[in-house]
């Protein structure tokens, strides 16, 4: 049913960040004025910073970024993307 749903049944093969999604997810509508940020391993020992409005206390629309890895050098750089209104 998992494969019936991605390749018929949702958007996924024109989703937006398709083409960056295993590097990093973006979700610009959901920032708001206290965020915090921390990271966690989903799976197989990788790592993910993930970036999150307060707001939202754990419910929908509460993930602002997902960045694979911890570096800081990599977050900063997705975040700077929404900030410059580049390449979303």
Known sequence: MQCQHKDFLS???VWDQ????????????????RL?????SLS???LYTILTNKS???RKGTIVAMVAGTKADAV??????YLL????
């Open 44 to 46: 197989n020992g990788e």
């Open 56 to 58: 939202g206390k754990g």
């Open 36 to 40: 915090s940020i921390d990271e966690t």
């Open 11 to 13: 958007d996924f093969k």
């Open 76 to 81: 900063i750089a997705v975040i700077e993307k």
């Open 18 to 33: 398709i083409s960056h999604a295993k590097k990093w997810l973006l979700f610009p509508h959901n920032i708001g004025k």
């Open 85 to 88: 209104n580049s390449e979303i």
